[in-house]
């Protein structure tokens, strides 16, 4: 099995993908002021199996298009639309995000939660924002520096990873300079790594290695997410997701 491959049975058990909350997609519905009167059309770039599809599908009077690369979560995704009787408001499609086939001025709201990193935080800003709506609403989470001061450690490991890691003030600045006006910032609690994202994930390491036993690739894969959670527990004073609600000016 491809590594790829791997990595998707891995993750694609769990509810998220990556750190995040129910709470934490309200909040920033709340600070994105999104008028539930209007039948707003959303794009969930990165959805995974679409943790944040759902909510803001069930919060809002919206019509969300969930967008994913890889087929396994769009699947999983659209039986789950469709066991909540939401199918006819969201819509999910096998897609990369930076092949998108929105029109300009399409899209009242572009939402990302914790994936934007995967084309680069300063390109997805620039790239998504001409099929936003004048006025319409970016909200996207990004690994982001809690501090300007950290442990080399830290700085080397996250410098290996995501180069682009930053400070709030550093994404807001790129924000402003792409033609966002900020309208929100907060960071994602601790609960949301452990309680929503890591501690599901170990849970299933077991039966993860026992589906690929021999497996070298799978051990390694694991091992890997173990340290990635011991750097977290270690070093969670750092770094966080940062979210990032912004609307697009005229
Ligand atoms: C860290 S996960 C976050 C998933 C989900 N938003 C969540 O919070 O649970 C990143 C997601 O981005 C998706 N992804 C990676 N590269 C992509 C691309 N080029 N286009 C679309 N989705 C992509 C992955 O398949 C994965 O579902």
């Known amino acids: 099995m491809e590594n790829l491959e791997l990595l998707i049975d891995l993750h ?3 509810d998220r993908q990556g750190p995040g909350s129910d709470s934490a997609t309200e909040r920033a519905i709340t600070l994105a002021s999104l008028d539930e009167s209007q039948r707003l059309r959303i794009a969930d770039l990165g959805c995974g199996t679409g943790a944040s599809t759902l909510c803001l599908a069930n919060k809002l009077n919206a019509e969300v298009i969930a967008v994913d690369f ?3 979560f769009i699947e999983i995704l659209q039986r789950n639309v469709e ?3 939401l199918s006819q408001r969201v819509h999910p499609q096998v897609r990369s995000m930076d092949d ?4 300009n001025n399409e899209l009242d709201v572009i939402w990302s939660e914790g994936a934007i990193y995967n084309i680069g935080f300063e390109r997805g800003i620039n790239d998504w924002r001409p099929f936003l709506k004048p006025k319409g609403v970016l909200a996207v989470s990004e690994i982001t520096w809690l501090t300007d001061r950290r442990p080399d450690e830290i700085q080397s490991y996250w410098h290996a990873q995501y180069p682009e890691i930053d400070t709030a003030s550093s994404k807001i600045r790129l924000l ?3 033609g966002y ?3 929100g910032y907060f960071t994602l609690p601790e609960h949301c790594w452990l309680d929503n994202y890591y501690h599901p994930l170990q849970r299933r390491f077991d039966e993860f290695l026992d589906r690929h036993s ?3 690739d799978a051990q390694a894969l694991v091992e890997a997410e173990i340290q990635e959670i011991k750097v977290f ?3 969670k004073a750092y770094f966080s997701y940062g979210f990032y609600i912004a609307s697009k000016l005229a």
């Open 83 to 85: 066991a909540s009787g």
């Open 70 to 72: 890889v087929p396994e």
């Open 214 to 216: 021999g497996s070298d």
């Open 12 to 14: 694609k058990h769990s």
């Open 233 to 235: 527990k270690e070093f």
């Open 100 to 103: 998108l086939e929105f029109a």
């Open 181 to 183: 006006s900020p309208l």
């Open 176 to 178: 402003e300079e792409a």
